[in-house]
C-alpha cells in the first residue's frame, strides 16, 4: 500500500474519532469520495492499526444507528420552512 494512502487512512480515522463525524461529513472534509473513506476505515486501517479501527467502528455503528433520526430532523426542518 502507498504511504500517502495509509497516512490518508489514518488522518480520516482521527477526524472520525474526533468530530464523531459521518462518512458523508468526512469525505466533504478530505475531498475524497464516501466509497474512500468507507473503504480506507474499513478495508485499510485495520492492517495499519486494528485499535483505531475498532474506535473508528463503534462511531460508524453509532452513527448507521441513529440515521434515520436525522433523516427525520431533516425532513421536518424542510417542510417546515416550505410552510411558513
Known sequence: MKDY???RALEIAKYIIKEKATVRQTANIFGVSKSTVHKDVTERLPRI???ISMKVKEVLDKNKA???IRGGIATRMKYKSLSG
Do not use: M, V
Request: proline fraction near 11%; avoid cysteine; hydrophobic fraction near 20%.
Open 66 to 68: 441513529e440515521r434515520h
Open 5 to 7: 494512502i495509509e497516512e
Open 49 to 51: 492499526n486494528p485499535l
